[in-house]
């Protein structure tokens, strides 16, 4: 579950996609624990997301922001609009499942 899909160019469709739910439980046999695993999926890849926007943002920032400065900054501008335009993280997380590129394991069914 430790891919990087801002480095990877995941090729998820940027819209919703109409599923067959008998495809997301032919793994697990199960509809719930699928989409557990996926939204689990989906939130590191929100929070890896995140955390990668607000590290290159972070070189834009200055103890004395003026407004000028912040309104003229085209490569801030151009960062959080390649962002704006990736799949969302949920996306990514059912194509990923659907690939079988996402590990998981359940405790309970290993007892």
Partial sequence: MNSNPINNKPATASSTVTRDLR???VETGNIYESLVIMSKRANQISNNIKEELHQKLSEFASAN????EVFENREQIEISKYYEKLPKPSLVAVQEFLDGKVYYRNPTKEA
């Avoid at 922001?65 to 000028?68: F, K, Q, T």
Wanted: no cysteine.
């Fill in 23 to 25: 495809e997301l439980d």
């Fill in 65 to 68: 922001d003026n407004l000028e």
